[in-house]
């Protein structure tokens, strides 16, 4: 219960949290700082970090608690411990309301189980888990979706889905709130002449090569011959960087990639306003958004995607940018000389994805959304007890 004299405590856990990057880790902090900048919230994180032990510090403000984890499978973090740390983190903190990011396997489970009479909203952020790394995995993954997922949901008491393709596994009774951007910091440069350049951000971790990185090298290779000045910059970290290096060697394009590794947002924002075209080139609906998107469209960006997924409910063909089958090197190829090689092509689309990121994917068109699930949640709890 959220007593009128005190702001509502909100406990937020993610799996991964800023400075971390990628979708989910982009929308769990916005959803942590557009609460914690009202005086009638509390918010406390919890999430995950790679060593042992617990680690507190802050993120804007925000206290951060940093659970441990033992071992990381397939691209979720993994400790038996977390039961009984969580269960001790909400005593300590007595929140009003958990509000959970998954669909990452773990902790969003282990806090569903300990969070007892508190209620959860669960935000879902996938499409399917199965990311076809390998036969087990996906078995696992399957078993998982199929038999533990839905338990889940229904210890919940409001379900929040972030995209259409992540809704149609979160159940119907789920509230659609997208992610957003921050339209103005990602914003377009009229001082700055776009370059031939592709950029791609995300993990490059070898449990989501799902998202492409080896098809965009290979499309890289075909359109070099044509496109003269073509590069790739390629933002994000992770254990599958030498592999797409090796792989950039063989197709003799490996002096055209150039690999930045984790960037701050401001030096992300200076790319996305320099780049020729943004690709997101995903195999599989486990892209079930694309955050990438709404901060190249709001910066101006021109785009290319793979229709598969949530990128479609982003990208409008034609409109936004250009889609392509998922794997095809040769049609993303295609695409890309298109957009590098028509300036007037890419001014159309790069105002009208500026339009739309202010019109659509401001993240300010989401805060009510937000704050009233929670509030929704807090008040069906207060029913519960009276």
Known sequence: MSPSHRPMRVLLAAPRFPPDVGGLESYAGWVARTLAASPDHDVRVVTSHSGRGRLEGEVDGIPVTRLGSWVTLSNTPVNPLWLAQLRALIREFRPDVVNVHSPVPGLA???????????????????????????????????????????????????????????????????MITPGVDTDFFSPDPDV??????????????????????????????????????????????????????????????????????????ELVGLYRCAGVTVLPSLTEAESFGMALVEAMASGCPLVGSDVGGIPFVLADGEHGLLVDPGDAASLAAAVERVLLDPDLAERLSEAGRRAAVERWDWRHQSAATTEVLARAVRGSVRQLV
């Open 109 to 175: 489970d282990a806090i569903v189980a300990v969070a007892g009479p508190v209620p959860v909203v669960m935000t879902y952020h996938a499409g399917s888990l199965v990311k076809g790394e390998s036969r087990a995995i996906d078995a696992v993954l399957r078993t998982y979706e199929r038999r533990v997922l839905p338990r889940v949901f229904d210890r919940c008491a409001e379900l929040v889905a972030v995209s259409p393709v992540a809704m149609t596994h979160a159940t119907g009774r789920a509230t």
């Open 193 to 266: 002449v776009r370059g031939r350049r592709m950029l791609f951000v995300g993990r490059v971790e070898a449990s989501s090569r799902w998202k492409g990185i080896s098809t965009l090298i290979e499309a890289l290779a075909l359109a070099a011959p044509l496109v003269p000045g073509i590069g790739l910059d390629v933002v994000g970290d992770g254990d599958d960087v030498p592999r797409l290096q090796r792989l950039a060697q063989a197709r003799g394009v490996a002096d055209l990639v150039t690999w930045h590794g984790s960037l701050t947002h401001t």
